[in-house]
């Protein structure tokens, strides 16, 4: 299953599912971010739908990251 970029409203959804999900959240600027973005991609293929994955950018979505994260670092 693919990795699906997540904005407010299709995080409510993900809220509202069954499914279990693993967000990550990221800014595109974070060395490590970028990084850990083809690992994060290939877990998710090889979940093959048990768990589903989200990606949050932080910097187009600061409300929702608000929401969960405490420091966020600019």
């Not at 060395?31 to 877990?43: A, D, G, N, S, Y």
């Amino acid at each position: 299953m693919p990795v699906i970029n997540m904005k407010l409203k299709s995080f409510k959804k993900v809220m509202e599912s069954d499914k279990p999900y693993v967000v990550k959240f990221t800014n595109p600027s974070c060395h490590f971010c970028v990084e850990l973005k083809p690992v994060f991609h290939k877990i998710a293929k090889e979940m093959d739908g048990r768990f589903m994955f989200g990606n949050v950018d932080v910097v187009e979505n600061p409300d929702l990251a608000e929401m969960f994260i405490d420091d966020i670092i600019d």
